[in-house]
């Protein structure tokens, strides 16, 4: 019996809850680290110490860019019971809002995909970090299939980003979710160093910065929010681009020690705060588990139409068509 089959026995011999509050909680965690981050995106660090000391209260729970995009990928793996790029391509199309806050280059991504432009060919050559921001539902659906988790991830970014080093972000997060899912579905501590090595194993062939720039965490000593946010801000620029984003990100789950902490530290690190919010808060979303979040962060997030309860169907969804998955494996 493989690996993956033997951790899918004992996956159904617990139950699925444990599964669905872990899909909800990196859906959700998403959802509030980047209405969190919403509100200084493009501060430097500096000045959100100088406005809120540590900023940790949400004003206003909207989300951007980042989570209507994470919406897409979800929408489409219900729809389809696997990753299917051309149709997670449509999707982004009809979802997109300008009002969320998209970054410059996907208007011409969405321009070629409305006429007609094939999804592996409509993307651009951006070494950004916009398709690791919404590449959640992909690390924890594939949790179990480390194979399957970065085929679909790769593919995923291809629609919109193209460069090897934009990929590598997009795998090197999928496979942080992944790694968190399983994690914490067994109760497993995280130790730093094999954290990033497994991710390390993931993106080592796409990209070799992105690979020294993982490297670095292990560099990071952590300690009380104040001093973690700094050494993580001094390691890395958390800029929009996939190595100044993702590596951060990925420090504030593993140098902290709750949800609460890991979204906090992400967001007050500065620069591009909402996607940072948004990838730390998937992690920490899918090893906490939903049961864990704040219920302070929860009650703000917007509800009506595709808001908070419709992320949540979504991720219900998702264990269904997991299990259903996994019992026709077996």
Not at 48 to 65: H, N, Q
Not at 162 to 180: C, E
């Given at each position: 019996?493989?690996?993956?089959?033997?951790?899918?026995?004992?996956?159904?011999?617990?139950?699925?809850?444990?599964?669905?509050?872990?899909?909800?909680?990196?859906?959700?965690?998403?959802?509030?680290?980047?209405?969190?981050?919403?509100?200084?995106?493009?501060w430097?660090?500096?000045a959100?110490?100088?406005?809120?000391?540590?900023?940790?209260?949400?004003?206003?729970?909207?989300?951007?860019?980042d989570?209507?995009?994470?919406?897409?990928?979800?929408?489409?793996?219900?729809?389809?019971?696997?990753?299917?790029?051309?149709?997670?391509?449509?999707?982004?199309?009809?979802?997109?809002?300008?009002?969320?806050?998209?970054?410059?280059?996907?208007?011409?991504?969405?321009?070629?995909?409305?006429?007609?432009?094939?999804?592996?060919?409509?993307?651009?050559?951006?070494?950004?970090?916009?398709?690791?921001?919404?590449?959640?539902?992909?690390?924890?659906?594939?949790?179990?299939?480390?194979?399957?988790?970065?085929?679909?991830?790769i593919?995923?970014?291809?629609?919109?980003?193209?460069?090897?080093?934009?990929?590598?972000?997009?795998?090197?997060?999928?496979?942080?979710?992944?790694?968190?899912?399983?994690?914490g579905?067994?109760?497993?501590?995280?130790?730093?160093?094999?954290?990033?090595?497994?991710?390390?194993?993931?993106?080592?062939?796409?990209?070799?910065?992105?690979?020294?720039?993982?490297?670095r965490?292990?560099?990071?000593?952590?300690?009380?929010?104040?001093?973690?946010?700094?050494?993580?801000?001094?390691?890395?620029?958390?800029?929009?681009?996939?190595?100044?984003?993702?590596?951060?990100?990925?420090?504030?789950?593993?140098?902290?020690?709750?949800?609460?902490?890991?979204?906090?530290?992400?967001?007050?690190?500065?620069?591009?705060?909402?996607?940072?919010?948004?990838?730390?808060?998937?992690?920490?979303?899918?090893?906490?588990?939903?049961?864990?979040?704040?219920?302070?962060?929860?009650?703000p997030?917007?509800?009506?139409?595709?808001?908070?309860?419709?992320?949540?169907?979504?991720?219900?969804?998702?264990?269904?068509?997991?299990?259903?998955?996994?019992?026709?494996?077996?």
């Open positions: 019996m493989e690996a993956r089959d033997k951790e899918a026995v004992w996956v159904m011999m617990m139950g699925w809850n444990g599964l669905r509050d872990r899909f909800k909680g990196s859906a959700i965690g998403t959802f509030i680290g980047d209405a969190l981050g919403r509100a200084v995106e493009g430097p660090a500096s959100i110490r100088r406005s809120f000391g540590i900023l940790e209260e949400m004003a206003k729970g909207i989300y951007t860019d989570t209507e995009m994470m919406m897409g990928i979800m929408e489409s793996l219900c729809e389809a019971g696997r990753f299917d790029p051309g149709l997670t391509a449509r999707i982004f199309l009809h979802n997109f809002n300008p009002t969320r806050g998209y970054g410059g280059r996907i208007y011409g991504v969405m321009d070629r995909l409305h006429r007609g432009i094939p999804w592996n060919e409509a993307g651009t050559d951006s070494w950004g970090n916009g398709s690791a921001m919404r590449i959640a539902p992909i690390g924890f659906f594939f949790y179990d299939d480390p194979v399957k988790l970065r085929e679909a991830a593919q995923s970014s291809m629609i919109t980003h193209k460069h090897p080093r934009g990929i590598a972000g997009a795998v090197a997060q999928a496979t942080a979710v992944g790694i968190a899912t399983r994690k579905l067994k109760g497993e501590a995280i130790e730093v160093e094999g954290f990033i090595d497994l991710i390390i194993e993931n993106v080592g062939e796409i990209d070799q910065e992105m690979v020294r720039q993982l490297e965490i292990k560099e990071i000593e952590g300690g009380d929010l104040e001093a973690t946010i700094d050494a993580i801000g001094s390691h890395f620029y958390c800029d929009v681009s996939a190595i100044g984003a993702v590596p951060p990100a990925i420090a504030s789950f593993l140098l902290t020690g709750g949800f609460k902490e890991s979204v906090v530290v992400a967001v007050n690190c500065g620069g591009d705060t909402d996607t940072l919010g948004a990838m730390s808060g998937a992690i920490a979303g899918a090893y906490y588990g939903y049961s864990q979040l704040p219920r302070q962060w929860l009650i997030l917007e509800n009506e139409g595709k808001g908070r309860d419709y992320i949540l169907s979504l991720a219900d969804r998702l264990t269904d068509c997991k299990a259903r998955n996994i019992d026709q494996r077996d």
